[in-house]
């Protein structure tokens, strides 16, 4: 890193999923979205049309300013919607506060160097198969694809040793015994045994129907029963049982499976935490049985998609316009417009109305929507959940262009680093997450060079970062200091 030929380290707060972040070369306040060259993202992402960035948006709306459908922010999952009702023969435009779409799966380049700016680690992106990928099924929908390289593997380094992670059922047992004992390969087993029979129902039922409300209930039983029901069937009588517990959290299924190994709890913390951004007694069991099949099962596979993830929202925003949608950028709404209990449109800062003849869709957090919407149209229960709703920590990110001359062959694109497993992987700066995209997608930086991202997920105190000024040298030495670890 002595090598490094540029380095921006970043802070930001995030309002949501934590494993979808957004990316700044400078700290975010809490209320603010991103500075110039970010957005504010992750699934469920907050997004960047409900914050303060430092662009000209004050001209007048491009094109017919209305459509059957406004979409605020331009997310994946806004684009996702997006270009599906396009394709579907809705008018749809998309409004971005930013000036490039994607939020927290946007890159951005300096110098020669391409980075990505927040998710970079793809379970498979087939849309058909053993790795159905539902973001390469609205590709496939949209006449799209992304190139990919192929990979199986990431370099772990915990207390107890550093060792290359395999995907697959049998390579894991390897480092467990050599590393964790044979207690611990037999408890995983123990592990793989009781899930993997779950899988099929939890592939059965879409990530986008698994929500934390009854609204699943309808929804699974409305479009998914044929699959459930043959999947129940196909399991019987004791694993359909089992599928019952996949809208609860999967520590109850470790706990009913009284597995002691610390390793293998541990082990099962951090692969919820990088999942979804909490420990296994947060995370839905469903979410991740799904991630184990996509893992610990024979033939799976990882995939990075050629040119960065920038490629896949280039990919979406082609489909969206392919079929007739629209995208406005540096369009930032101010608030949705309601009458008689109907939202109508979209106010932008400009003060540009964007009419909306049958519907709004906030790509935005929970909390940004709120902000849009007029106190006296949100229900009390909704308002509640939102104010009872924790936020979860900041991520500080580090971006590095580097030299690889000398480097090994062998470096790899994704390293784990565990500090002290008794802290948990929750702790502040106790878990690192390293990205080297450039190992599989060269064209990501010049000739010779790297590009690296890392970032702590979701464990950045704000408290630490609140009230300062980011053009205070207090600020840039802070940065500097919490980029270390």
């Known amino acids: 890193m002595a090598a490094s030929v540029f380095q921006a380290a970043c802070f930001h707060q995030c309002k949501s999923n934590p494993r979808i972040s957004s990316i700044s070369k400078a700290p975010a306040r809490r209320t603010a979205a991103v500075l110039a060259r970010s957005s504010n993202g992750q699934q469920n992402p907050p997004s960047s049309s409900n914050g303060s960035l430092s662009l000209n948006d004050k001209k007048a709306f491009p094109g017919k300013a209305e459509a059957d459908v406004v979409v605020i922010g331009s997310g994946i999952g806004g684009l996702c919607c997006a270009g599906l009702l396009a394709r579907y023969g809705q008018d749809v435009v998309v409004l971005e506060s930013h000036d490039q779409p994607g939020g927290a799966a946007h890159s951005f380049e300096i110098k020669g160097y391409k980075f990505d700016s927040g998710p970079s680690l793809f379970s498979g992106f087939q849309s058909k198969g053993l790795q159905a990928n539902p973001l390469a099924q609205v590709l496939d929908a949209l006449g799209e694809s992304v190139p990919c390289s192929s990979y199986d593997s990431w370099m772990v380094y915990v207390p107890e040793g550093e060792f290359l992670s395999r995907i697959g059922p049998t390579e894991f047992y390897k480092d467990l015994e050599k590393h964790a004992g044979p207690n611990a390969v037999q408890e995983w087993k123990k592990l793989l045994d009781a899930i993997l029979p779950l899988s099929a129902a939890a592939m059965a039922l ?47 299924i470790v706990d009913s499976l009284e597995l002691k190994d610390p390793f293998v709890r541990n082990w099962v913390d951090l692969l919820s935490f990088l999942l979804a951004g909490v420990k296994s007694t947060g995370v839905l069991s469903a979410e991740m049985i799904y991630m184990f099949a996509e893992w610990y099962k024979p033939g799976c596979s990882l995939d990075y998609p050629i040119h960065g993830s920038g490629a896949i929202v280039e990919a979406l925003v082609r489909g969206l316009e392919k079929f007739g949608g629209r995208i ?3 369009s930032h709404v101010n608030k949705i417009v309601v009458e008689n209990n109907r939202a109508i449109g979209v106010e ?18 929970m909390w940004d929507t709120a902000s849009l919407l007029p106190k006296e149209t949100l229900p009390k229960s909704y308002v509640d959940r939102i104010n009872t709703t ?3 920590e900041s991520f500080m990110h580090l971006h590095l262009g580097f030299d690889a001359t000398g ?26 997450l390293i990205s080297v995209p450039s190992v599989l997608s060269p064209d990501l930086a010049p000739p010779g060079k790297h590009v690296l991202h890392a970032y702590t997920p979701g464990t950045e105190p704000f408290e630490l970062w609140e009230g300062l000024d980011p053009k205070s040298n207090e600020y840039k030495q802070l940065k500097q200091e919490r980029s270390e670890a």
Not at 416 to 430: C, K, L, M, P, T
């Open 206 to 252: 879409p990530p986008l129907s698994i929500r934390g409300d009854l609204g699943v209930l309808s929804t699974a039983a409305a479009r998914y029963a044929p699959s459930l029901l043959k999947s129940f069937a196909e399991m019987g009588p004791r694993g359909a049982f089992g599928a019952t517990k996949l809208l609860r959290p999967f520590s109850e």
């Open 328 to 330: 406005s950028l540096r």
């Open 348 to 365: 932008l800062r400009s003060g540009q109305f964007v009419r909306a003849r049958k519907a709004v869709i906030s790509n935005a957090s």
């Open 390 to 392: 924790p936020q979860c």
């Open 407 to 432: 480097l090994r062959d062998d470096l790899g694109i994704h390293h784990i680093v565990v500090n002290d497993w008794e802290r948990g992987v929750d702790a502040d700066q106790n878990v690192v």
